[in-house]
């Protein structure tokens, strides 16, 4: 406002200068004479507030892009920061981080960072040719511009970077991506923590109003993922015993009901193993529930250690334990389920001193879907015959099921 009145005034001046001089011209007696000189004075205030009216103009024109772009984040970032807050995975949070920027920021190369232990992981990027990406999977907190800011824990621009001492500009240098062009990063930060960075790269639009708006996306996104962690604490805690740190039954039922879904779509077998603790209600009678809580601790453990990634132990209630492994038939199925027997007779546990206990030994049966039960229920059933013929046979040792055992109802 202030410029275009200045304009205005600048206007004004000069028409009542162009008015005195024509009449000071009329009035005159050497009229051609002076009129000669005033017009080439008029023809020099002319050009010079034709020059002032351009230069206000562009000036005008600029703060009104300004204003343009401010405005219009303004009215985008509401519905943005719903969708960031709103995330309820990092795989969810670092899309939408990718989309939000895009949109808000106009910048052609984006990559979204993680924080594992000493390093930042590539999680998501955009623009960036394969090559770019793949010397950026992993970077060291400390390292290059990305891992720099990271260190910094500060919104750093390219003149940012440009500023900093010889000796860091070096090490900014020593990193693997020194020959991508990163123009601002913005570290992820929540109550001092970093949980990752928002490297951008090649902006269209004034880093000033980026920096701004990059601020409030970066703090709403370390905020989000302080709250999907803390989400993921609760689910896990909620999903697992706490003694034994394997799942509770709860979650294995839910997630037996899947795995059988996927056994049938796709034609394959799954093995379930059944065991408990042989003479555990004695030993807790001799030795008091302290030492048998060492033991099904000590059980639990052992169970996570010798398990593949895909197969999901639980503790079924008590001394029982119960297995699932996809994919596994039932040749396979007693294998491991003998190899885990053997390997938990053999065991060293801790015994209290001057107890009448020399080892621990478990019993078990597994079932083999579809085989010996088509679902969930039946198969848990077929299961508990087998571990209850194991135990009728002597115990420490591991049955498969049978139609002749036993019925199933």
């Known amino acids: 406002m202030e410029n275009i009145l200045y304009i205005i005034a600048i206007a004004v001046i000069g028409a009542l200068v162009f008015g005195l001089l024509i009449g000071r011209i009329f009035s005159s007696a050497n009229l051609k004479g002076r009129a000669k000189l005033l017009e080439e004075e008029l023809q020099k205030s002319t050009d010079s507030l034709q020059r002032i009216i351009k230069d206000q103009s562009r000036q005008l024109s600029a703060l009104q892009n300004e204003n343009s772009d401010i ?13 960031i807050t709103a995330s309820i995975s990092i795989d969810d949070l670092s899309t939408t981080i990718i989309k939000v920027s895009k949109q808000l920021l106009e910048a052609e190369e984006i990559g979204f960072f993680v924080v594992e232990k000493e390093n930042l992981l590539l ?17 060291k907190i400390g390292e290059g511009r990305i891992g720099w800011a990271a260190e910094k824990k500060i919104i750093m621009t390219d003149e ?19 020959g991508i062009k990163i123009d601002i990063c913005a570290p992820l930060i929540y ?25 409030m996306i970066s703090h709403l996104s370390a905020a989000t993922m302080e709250n999907i962690h803390l989400i993921s604490e609760i ?16 979650y294995f039922h839910k997630h037996l009901q899947i795995e059988i879904d996927k056994a049938s779509r796709f034609n394959r077998n799954l093995t379930i193993f059944l065991f408990d ?6 030993y807790n009678d001799l030795n008091g529930h302290p030492a048998g809580d060492l033991v099904l601790s000590a059980l639990g453990k052992f169970v996570k250690e010798n398990l593949r990634l895909i197969d999901i132990p639980a ?3 008590g001394e029982e334990f119960i297995i699932m492994f996809p994919e596994t038939g039932s040749e396979l199925g007693m294998q491991i ?12 546990i801790s015994f209290p001193q001057n107890k009448p206990w020399e080892r621990i030994t478990i019993s078990g049966g597994i079932a083999i879907y579809p085989l010996d039960g088509k679902d969930e229920k039946e198969l848990i059933k077929a299961a508990d015959v087998a571990l209850y013929n194991s135990k009728k046979s002597g115990k420490n040792r591991v049955m498969p099921y049978e139609q002749s055992f036993a019925p199933l109802d």
Not at 71 to 83: L, Q, V, Y
Not at 160 to 178: A, Q, T, V
Not at 235 to 250: E, F, R, S
Not at 277 to 282: A, Q, S, V
């Open 315 to 317: 503790r079924y209630g």
């Open 337 to 348: 389920a003998e190899r885990m027997r053997k390997q938990f007779e053999n065991m060293n």
């Open 160 to 178: 940012d970077f440009r500023n900093e001492s010889i000796l860091i500009k070096e090490l900014l240098h020593m990193g693997g991506h020194e």
């Open 191 to 215: 109550r001092g923590r970093l949980y990752g960075l928002i490297a951008i790269g090649k902006p269209s639009k004034d880093i000033k109003n980026i920096k701004k708006f990059l601020m």
């Open 123 to 139: 999680k998501t990027y955009s623009g960036f040719s394969k090559e770019a990406a793949n010397s950026m999977m992993r970077i």
């Open 277 to 282: 603790i042989d003479n555990f209600k004695l």
């Open 235 to 250: 689910q896990h805690q909620a999903d697992v015993d706490g003694l034994t740190k394997l799942y509770n039954i709860t």
């Open 71 to 83: 405005s219009r984040m303004i009215i985008i970032f509401p519905d943005m920061a719903e969708d």
